[in-house]
């Protein structure tokens, strides 16, 4: 399934069985577009083309990775060489959410995310939303819900976590997280922070409270450099 040209869509997309859609051009969406039952989103470059190409998802609807019945993980996947924004007026939502670049043979590790519109991470016990692009920025809104847990992949600086709304959840390192010249605060508004494999450079990292720490998991992945 293609939609390519950048089609507008005021309409609902229902991918609620586990359906696929490809997206060239970008896409603008203007009603709701529900991802269930392992679901996957994906944003595709031209045939073999090796430049950067960016892709819109734009307009005021929103992307709801449903994960309400079969246990099930949904997907956006953002191919080698494409950058992927999401506008300032879409939001994206849901509990067990992979957000990660398809490998289809491009220059390694380019595929990015740009968030300018509102991702919010919604709480099912035992499921996480994990943004793992090589790359991603963020410039708008992450809201995390208490007792929910997103994962940071891919490459990332401490402003991308500057509008970060998560008192109460579990934020985990897996990617690399650039600390320099920065402060983190574990145990506040920024949520409760641990390593699962990843690396944080530079900084200084704080408790808000006593008893606020950096969570450590159980692997050898996990550093602190810099």
């Given at each position: 399934?293609?939609?390519s040209?950048g ?16 997206i ?17 989103l994906?944003?595709v470059r031209?045939?073999?083309h ?29 191919e080698?060489?494409?950058?992927l ?6 939001t ?30 919604e709480r ?18 992450i809201?995390?819900a ?5 994962e ?14 998560a ?7 897996i ?24 690396t944080?450079v ?5 408790g ?6 950096l969570?450590l998991t ?7 450099s810099?």
């Amino acid at each position: 399934n293609l939609l390519s040209g950048g089609v507008v869509v005021n309409a609902d997309l229902d991918f609620s069985d586990g359906g696929e859609l490809r997206i060239l051009d970008g896409l603008t969406l203007n009603g709701t577009a529900t991802l269930g039952g392992n679901a996957n989103l994906f944003f595709v470059r031209p045939g073999e083309h090796a430049d950067p190409y960016s892709q819109l998802l734009g307009g005021s609807g929103e992307v709801v990775f449903d994960n309400s019945s079969n246990g099930s993980d949904n997907s956006l996947r953002i191919e080698d060489n494409v950058t992927l924004t999401i506008g300032a007026d879409m939001t994206v939502r849901g509990s067990s959410v992979n957000i990660f670049r398809r490998n289809v043979g491009g220059v390694e590790d380019t595929a990015k995310f740009v968030n300018e519109g509102t991702i919010s991470v919604e709480r099912i016990a035992n499921r996480k939303f994990q943004l793992a692009t090589p790359q991603w920025q963020n410039l708008g809104v992450i809201d995390v819900a208490s007792e929910a847990e997103l994962e940071l992949g891919g490459s990332f600086s401490h402003s991308d976590i500057a509008a970060l709304n998560a008192t109460g959840a579990l934020i985990s390192v897996i990617g690399v997280y650039d600390l320099t010249g920065s402060t983190l605060i574990t145990g506040g508004s920024l949520g409760n922070w641990q390593l699962s494999g990843g690396t944080i450079v530079g900084g200084t990292i704080n408790g808000a409270s006593a008893g606020d720490a950096l969570k450590l998991t159980r692997n050898f992945n996990n550093l602190l450099s810099g």
